[in-house]
Nanobody
């Protein structure tokens, strides 16, 4: 079993930056899992943000964050990151880390989820 713990959320003004972290534990080969970030705004469904394959060689982004967000990972630390720049009020959401055997934008492809961290962007 894999446990995922997100951190780094908070409140920021529009145009600001935040860096989220997601630490994986509980399974020695968790470093070989593809991982992703999703987000859920109030009253809306959970949306794909970005994904990264197990080696970090391949990354994928939702159009809404492309050029502003960067996903990365440090397998020695079993941690992935989401650097968020030029934040907009519409980025306000709970951000979830997910792990699985795919870099798909389909949340059903991910078998492990964190508890989420709140990001609030004010105008």
């Amino acid at each position: 079993q894999v446990q995922l713990v997100e951190s780094g959320g908070g409140s920021v003004q529009a145009g600001g930056s935040l860096k989220l972290s997601c630490a994986a534990s509980g399974r020695t080969f968790s470093r070989y899992l593809d991982m992703a970030w999703f987000r859920q705004a109030p009253g809306k469904g959970r949306d794909f943000v970005a994904s990264i394959n197990w080696s970090g060689a391949y990354t994928f982004y939702a159009d809404s964050v492309k050029g502003r967000f960067t996903i990365s990972r440090d397998n020695d630390k079993n941690t992935i990151y989401l650097q968020m720049n030029s934040l907009k009020p519409e980025d306000t959401a709970v951000y979830y880390c997910a792990a699985g055997g795919s870099t798909s934008s389909d949340q059903n492809q991910y078998s492990h989820w964190g508890q989420g961290t709140q990001v609030t962007v004010s105008s």
